[in-house]
């Protein structure tokens, strides 16, 4: 590799500086799970719209206990009562049911006698016990979602609430994700000599659906010039990003990087000083991003994790994720690398008060069981020997 590597840092600056969002479309809520917000969502009224019943039991006033006092209704949630509540009586109220006028207090039904007529009244209940006051979860106008997150189960609860039908999301990217090389199996497919599964296809194809892009049917590339430029070319057509994993060094069946060149794909960078992942490539068509991560599994799921995952994010203006803890320290020594910067899956724990990072297993880039259990990415910088037990190292997300 002929030109000077650069940074993690600076590669990551140039996907992003590429990034343009891809816009926005309204949904319903139902069709919203796992979508990025676009705009802030403000409550249109008051949670809950009106005082209401924390407990199945009776609407009264507040007072002391030893009353009896005249059964004369019923509220439901649903179906409130239009009678107001005066002195000595009571109105049966149902979790959720609206809190009478007149009524300060709801007493459990646990904790009264009725025999149907009257109710008798068996603990003292101050004012506002076990009423859930209108707006105490939201005011009207008051902002219950940000721009930029990732709608879950409770995000889409709270729009709901708020009263929103429909929310402004971002466009899903697409993404094609294409496999280079003759040895590639399909997976369970009985093996022959030399040839090997194709477990970067699926786990690549997993990584874009976890960061919220469509991804279009992976295609495995034979070591073909114009079978690599006939599907890169289509990829080009119908997604908005393509990956390729393998293919992009300089050996004679390294045959994509000449064919996205073909294609008029602009290189914008080739070659991070990472282990592992150093040839990575990344380029655009227009606005179209195209990234050619190395073909060992290991160091496409690392490189993914650095530069196709934010890039995936920007696309849908959404905030990216990041570790709950940024540094960590090292558990054991790590023998670094000279002249490269390391990516070494991590386990994290907690210990006297930090955040440990203990190595998972061995790192090699072929190793695919390093990323079972993994939590995150430990970045070592370059150097001779070894970096410590001790030594404070920087944290990056681990794609999922």
């Known amino acids: 590799m002929s030109a000077a590597l650069i940074t993690i840092e600076r590669a990551r600056e140039l996907v992003l500086a590429h990034t343009r969002p891809l816009g926005d479309e309204r949904v319903a809520v139902e069709d919203a799970l796992g979508r990025v917000l676009t705009e802030d969502v403000h409550a249109v009224g008051d949670v809950p719209p009106f005082a209401c019943s924390a407990m199945d039991g009776f609407a009264i006033k507040a007072g002391p206990s030893g009353r009896t006092l005249q059964l004369v209704g019923e ?47 068996n603990e003292a209940v101050e004012p506002g016990e076990n009423v859930r006051n209108a707006g105490e979860d939201m005011h009207a106008g008051t902002k219950v979602l940000p721009a930029g997150i990732v709608l879950h189960a409770a995000e889409l609860g709270a729009a709901v609430a708020a009263g929103l039908g429909e929310l402004s999301v971002s466009r899903r990217p697409t993404v094609q994700v294409l496999s280079t090389g003759d040895e590639l199996r399909a997976p369970g497919e009985p093996l022959g000599p030399g040839e090997i599964h194709n477990s970067n296809a699926p786990m690549l194809v997993a990584l874009c659906s976890g960061c919220g892009a469509t991804p279009l049917a992976p295609q495995r590339l034979r070591d073909d010039r114009a079978a690599t430029e006939a599907a890169l070319g289509q990829g080009l057509e119908q997604a908005d990003v393509v990956i390729v994993s393998g293919g992009v060094s300089v050996g004679p069946h390294d045959h994509v990087k000449p064919a996205l060149a073909a294609l008029g794909v602009t290189e914008v960078f080739w070659g991070v000083s990472l282990q592992p992942g150093k040839p990575t490539w990344f380029g655009t068509a227009g606005d179209k991003l195209v990234f050619g991560l190395p073909g060992n599994p290991v160091s496409a799921f690392v490189t993914f994790s650095l530069f196709a995952r ?9 905030i990216e994720d990041q570790p709950l803890d940024t540094e ?52 070592i910088p370059a150097g001779d020997g070894d970096a410590p037990a001790g030594t404070r190292v920087r944290l990056q997300p681990l794609a999922r």
């Open 310 to 318: 934010p890039a995936l994010f920007a696309l849908q203006a959404a």
């Open 328 to 379: 960590a320290v090292l558990a054991t020594a790590v023998r670094r690398n000279p002249s490269r910067e390391m990516a070494i899956r991590v386990r994290l724990e907690r210990l006297d008060g930090r955040t440990v990072a203990l190595p998972n297993g061995p790192q090699a880039s072929h190793i695919v069981t390093s990323l079972l259990g993994a939590d995150a990415l430990a970045l």
């Open 75 to 121: 509220s439901r949630a649903g179906t409130p009562s239009d009678q107001p509540l005066r002195d000595g009586e009571a109105i049966r109220i149902s979790t959720g049911g609206a809190v009478p006028e007149g009524a300060t207090a709801v007493i459990r039904q646990e904790d009264a006698d009725t025999d149907g007529q009257t109710v008798t009244v």
